[in-house]
């Protein structure tokens, strides 16, 4: 008697014996990979073929056929079903869509449907055509055409999904059993929520699954649907926070971005505050979106005519306000110039209504190693000039009320204030000498209507004379710089009380300055994250003698945006930040 391994040896024997007369590969015998593999190929091939399009070049002679009025036969009524919403150049462009006998043609096949004749592939074709149109470029008989379409694929697509039976369907069948709202006036409202929400796998699926288009309809929808959503929030907040994740939907979906920023901006200047939002003002005035407001007067960038005036105010505020901070904190101080001049002008911000760079051109040079002033440049593109009177200095233009301010980067050169209807030079003009031929002008005695320069304490007198001319500093300009509304004030650090003592810290430097406002400790802080940037204090332990000098060879904005906001000044003999303790 054999015993359990001998029988199950001579089993095997007696098996491969078997599968050798039958002359099977035993290596593949027992595999499911190779039935796995012949059941993906026909997957493919069946997918491929429910999906299947006709070459353009048929269907155009088809749609030649249809458009001269001609009868179709069955295969050339297939041939134009998926090319409906098609410009073709030998039609100069019209599209069978809106043809005056595209309704017949859709009587036909809705004729087919019904009575179970209609080819499944064509019924496809229908609804490739309904996802290809673009509302951008259409007519208005092809939009009525196009919804029509709609209509029709709405009734017989219950035929259609009866007819596919529950066998084996493709893609786009099991898609539209699931997602049969595609068919009606809310098709993409789903999807827009979702991709407001950041969930984007569905209409990513989607759009593989029925070859929809870039220039769809659908996306026009889904854009603006996401928009409306996101600006139907009654609460500011919410709204605001959802701002980011639609700019980046315009941004991947710019084709109908202008619609979607007029209800963005209008929405926004409806908030209870409409302080800047800085990612919706730098998409927005991006030279390759709206461009600069400034240049609306101009001509330049007519896309701000799609916008009410206060709109285009709110924005324009935003953009005078930064270019204020910027070249005060920026450009006036890279030259040495006071940190108080940003201060003066902020309270008459809400009086500003138009602003102007101009740049010298160390300025413009600089802008190659400087990512901050590279920026400034590329944001006024088309709006800046240049000076050709010296190369150190630039100059900023605003307009408040009937009047134009020209003030200058560097000391010791004053601000003129000028009449807007007696300006003795073209405010739009390209560049400027920078001298008394134009800009300063005002330096002859009566030819401006305010002049002052900035020596110590120069604020109140300056004060005055704008007065004379009517011009007042904003009523709340003391209450947002109380509360921290405005953007300067936004920006400000809260930092410890006045040190007043000279003892020195384990790193060898003395305390702060008397009546300083930060601590040493702040300063240390502060310049170890600028490479190259030192602390020199040549400050006597026993004496007042000597300054508190911050040495930065790299002049890094940033950090002298910092300084300044501690009152430190630039010197251009020793190129550092000191503290002017004296």
Known sequence: ????????????????????????????????????????????????????????????????????????????????????????REQQGVRAVGDRLFDGLLQQYEAQATSGKLWRLTWYGLLTSYFSFDPAKASKNERDGWSKLREMLRRTWPDIDRESGSGLAPDWIKVMRMESQLLTDTAADKYSADYLDGRTEGVTQLVEDLGIHQSSWFWHSLVLGA????????????????????LELLNARPVFRDQALEIILTRYHQCSSTEVHQQLCDFVVSKDVWRNPKLKAAGYATAWNRVPEPVWQMVLAWVNEANLKLFFELLAGRSGSDSGRLEFWSRYLGQITWTRLIFGSETVALARSNPEIRNLLAQEEGAYA?????????????????????EFSKKPNACNVYKTSLLQFDRHANSYHGGTDDLKYG?????????????????????????????????????????????????????????????????????????????????????????????????????????LWVEDPQQNAALGKALQRWYFKWSNTRNA??????
Not at 577 to 582: G, I, L, N, R, V
């Open 443 to 547: 330096y002859h005695p009566g030819r401006a209507a305010v002049h002052f320069p900035h020596p110590p304490g120069w604020e109140p007198g300056a004060e005055a004379k704008l007065k004379t001319i009517g011009i007042y500093p904003d009523k709340n300009s003391i209450k947002c710089k109380a509360a921290g509304s405005s953007s300067l004030a936004s920006i400000s650090r809260v930092i410890p009380a006045p040190v007043s003592t000279h003892t020195t810290t384990p790193d060898g430097l003395a305390r702060a300055p008397r009546n300083a406002m930060f601590s040493i400790e702040n300063v240390l802080k502060l310049v170890s994250n600028y490479s190259g940037a030192r602390i020199n204090d040549e400050r006597s332990t026993s004496s007042y003698k000597g300054r």
């Open 577 to 582: 930040w000191y503290f002017p303790e004296d």
């Open 386 to 406: 240049t000076l050709t009177s010296n190369k150190e200095v630039d100059a900023f233009m605003m307009q408040i009320g009937d009047y134009i301010v020209v």
């Open 227 to 246: 928009v409306h959503r996101c600006c139907n929030f009654k609460d500011d907040v919410e709204f605001k926070t959802r701002i980011p994740r639609v």
């Open 1 to 88: 008697m054999l015993s359990d391994t001998d029988a199950i040896h001579s089993l095997d024997r007696a098996l491969a014996g078997a599968l050798a007369a039958l002359c099977i590969p035993t290596t593949e015998f027992g595999r499911p990979a190779i039935v796995e593999r012949a059941a993906q190929q026909a997957e493919a091939a069946f997918r491929g073929a429910a999906t299947a399009r006709p070459s353009k070049e048929d269907a155009s002679q088809a749609v030649h056929v249809f458009m001269r009025g001609l009868p179709l036969n069955q295969h050339q009524c297939h041939l134009v079903a998926s090319a409906l919403c098609e410009p073709f």
